[in-house]
């Protein structure tokens, strides 16, 4: 136990700059405080204390603001930067030298039950505000990008970016070239246009069918 908290002392001090002394991480550092206290709570989950595990787990979310269930799996050298608003669902599986920041939700779509939440292979970095959703793997070495929302899976090496989230990068190598924001998909103003196209259409039909009535009652 001792090793375990003594590597994640020491994976502060390779991921974070600001980081100085060890007695400043541990008592400072809500990242560190909420691995700690996820694996108290995974071990009783485990031993299917359920109702102790979910106290400490919430009493642990009150003092750090991250939410880790009891039933995620959660790998060695794990680290969360500053961490405020994350979000790490039951069935989520993270591997080994895994990064994540602030406001990052590792979640469910929906209601389903058994595997529903992401599965975070070795070395995967997910950046501020990134939804990762549903019951997908993110490949080794991958990186998601600041507010990207990922709901399929990523191969190994690619870094995603977008909403919904997008494969930029692979392997090293840009995989569009030209993506430009205004080549970007939006859905939401093409409904628009359909929608302002409809009612065009529509305004054109009441005026000749106003148009032809008038005319009937002119000839009455």
């Known amino acids: 136990m001792?090793?375990?908290?003594?590597?994640?002392?020491?994976?502060?001090?390779?991921?974070?700059?600001?980081?100085?002394?060890?007695?400043?991480?541990?008592?400072?550092?809500?990242?560190?405080?909420?691995?700690?206290?996820?694996?108290?709570?995974?071990?009783?989950?485990?031993?299917?204390?359920?109702?102790?595990?979910?106290?400490?787990s919430q009493v642990s979310r009150f003092f750090t603001g991250i939410e880790i269930h009891p039933g995620a799996k959660i790998?060695?050298?794990?680290?969360?930067?500053?961490?405020?608003?994350?979000?790490?669902?039951?069935?989520?599986?993270?591997?080994n030298n895994v990064t994540i920041f602030q406001g990052v939700t590792l979640g469910g779509t929906g209601k389903e039950r058994g595997k529903r939440h992401p599965t975070l292979l070795d070395?995967?970095?997910?950046?501020?505000?990134?939804?990762?959703?549903?019951?997908?793997?993110?490949?080794?070495?991958?990186?998601?990008?600041?507010g990207a929302v990922v709901l399929k899976d990523v191969p190994p090496n690619a870094t995603v970016v977008g909403i919904p989230g997008m494969v930029v990068v692979k392997d090293g190598v840009k995989v569009n070239r030209n993506l430009d924001h205004q080549d970007m998909p939006d859905p939401v103003g093409d409904k628009c246009d359909m929608m302002e196209m409809k009612i065009k259409t529509l305004s054109e039909q009441v005026t000749l069918l106003s148009q032809r009535l008038e005319k009937e009652r002119n000839k009455k």
């Open 2 to 56: 001792f090793t375990r908290m003594k590597e994640d002392i020491e994976v502060v001090f390779e991921q974070d700059p600001a980081a100085r002394r060890v007695l400043e991480i541990v008592l400072t550092y809500s990242g560190l405080h909420a691995i700690w206290s996820h694996r108290i709570s995974h071990s009783l989950y485990k031993r299917k204390f359920f109702f102790l595990a979910r106290v400490v």
């Open 123 to 146: 070395n995967v970095l997910v950046a501020s505000g990134a939804k990762v959703l549903g019951a997908i793997t993110i490949g080794e070495n991958s990186k998601v990008g600041a």
């Open 75 to 95: 790998g060695n050298r794990f680290f969360i930067d500053h961490g405020m608003g994350v979000v790490i669902g039951e069935t989520c599986e993270i591997g």
